[in-house]
């Protein structure tokens, strides 16, 4: 076995977490490989909803969902969905979400949360401009919308508890909704407007641009199955599925909805799950939407990208095996038709992806406890866009010895044991 390490930094993933870190480390002056088994973006940064939802302060366990969940898993096609044979296998995890949605540690998951939404914002526009991807940024803001008084009063809490932490918004009705997004259904009555909500022209893009810019600062770029990693007195090594391995002195698992299988085998146990998300892209032209529209009590969003118009969202705890089941995505444009008439539904191109989530819904960031050459950086759940640059920020601390951007004790891979 080679001890030379050609390598700085092994990062096993190159989503949008994986990418931004590799930027960020190559820019400052590591030596990088970035592994893939499938290419750039190919899993859940592809296919998103393109939020920037830095208002997203409050973690998805939380008492609120609880009191929803079982209307929601009752409609078999409703926003959250869990089949009855993957039950047992998520059991443990849904105890543990149950157990963080208490008030007691919603509080500090809130906080935890917010911290690195503070970060996350700072930092996008940092790296943004940095990578030279700054262009692809939407400044347009969201719509929350509220089909009936009752739907948008149930939603109140929730805004000042934003508005406590310093997020703008604005309640719209009548003619200032209308103007906001012209041709909405007669059901939506009340909205509420985020100025500051930022979107993505496609998240694909996003993605493979930022992989572009750490590849011209010197990052490298493999297609390659990582199959099992071993920390040595020199450094980590990572085995390959075609046999080989690669050695570097430091690694970082952003493997997405898998990365506790690579944790495993440096016997690590983190209780990471998948939400199943669905979407529908329609072609450009397909409604001409002002902004994204955020349809909270159904689960989904309505996007304008340069691709088309994708409604998507919905949540699916069904693993990783299980074959995607596209009704979902249809039922969803379904529904958004209500929220907008005027929308062609023709042509769409349908979409599952993996959101890897933890039950706290806080990522883990931070070293292996029993390999400290390792550090993970995955679970971000509905937020990985949004958190990536802040993540990649938070790694870079750690390799590079300085002190951390904010506390990462909130995010510790340890928390669960
Ligand atoms: C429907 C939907 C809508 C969403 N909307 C938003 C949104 O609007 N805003 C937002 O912030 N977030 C959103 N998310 C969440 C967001 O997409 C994810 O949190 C984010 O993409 C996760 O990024 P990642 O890099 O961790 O994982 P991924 O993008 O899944 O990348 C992981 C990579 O690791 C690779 N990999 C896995 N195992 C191995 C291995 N053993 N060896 C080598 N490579 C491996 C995979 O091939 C993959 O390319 C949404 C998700 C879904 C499903």
Known sequence: MVRHSQ????????????????????????????????????????GNAGALAFADIEPLASPGIILKAPKW???????????????????PWLLRFFRASMPDRVAGSTRAQTALMDLARAETESLFEAAGVAGLLRRDGALFLYEGERAWKASLAMWK??????????????SRL?????????????????????????????TTCIGKAAIDRGAVFQTAEVTDIEQD??????????????????AVIASGAWSHRLAATLGDSIPLETERGYNTTLPAGA?????????????????????????????????????????????????ARRIVPGLKTDNGRQWMGFRPSLPDSLPVIGRSPRAHRVIYAFGHGHLGLTQSAAT??????????????????????????
């Open 392 to 417: 990649a920020r938070l790694v870079r601390d750690l390799v590079l010895g300085a002190a951390p951007a904010i506390d990462l004790s909130p995010y510790r891979p340890q928390r669960f044991s």
């Open 7 to 46: 390598y700085d930094v092994c990062i096993a993933g190159a989503g949008i977490i994986g990418l931004s870190i590799a930027f960020r480390l190559a820019e400052a002056g590591k030596r990088v490989l970035i592994l893939d088994r499938k290419g750039m973006a190919a899993e859940a940064s592809a």
């Open 287 to 335: 409604f001409d939407l002002k902004r994204q529209l955020v349809i909270p009590e159904e689960g989904f969003v309505l996007t304008r990208l340069d691709t088309g118009v994708r409604i998507g969202g919905a949540v699916e705890l069904g693993g990783l095996e299980r074959a995607p089941d596209f009704r979902r995505s249809e039922i969803m444009v379904e529904k």
């Open 73 to 91: 898993l009752f409609d078999p096609l409703g926003p959250l969905s869990l089949p009855l044979g993957y039950l047992p296998r998520i059991l």
């Open 161 to 174: 508890t934003r508005g406590a932490h310093g997020i703008e918004f604005e309640h719209v009705t009548g």
């Open 178 to 206: 209308a103007a906001l997004q012209p041709g909405l259904g007669p059901t939506v009555t009340h909205a509420t407007f985020v100025p500051q909500w930022l979107t993505v022209s496609d998240p694909l893009d996003v």
């Open 233 to 250: 007195e020199y450094g980590v090594v990572l085995m390959l599925s075609d046999g080989t391995a690669v050695r570097s002195g430091e």
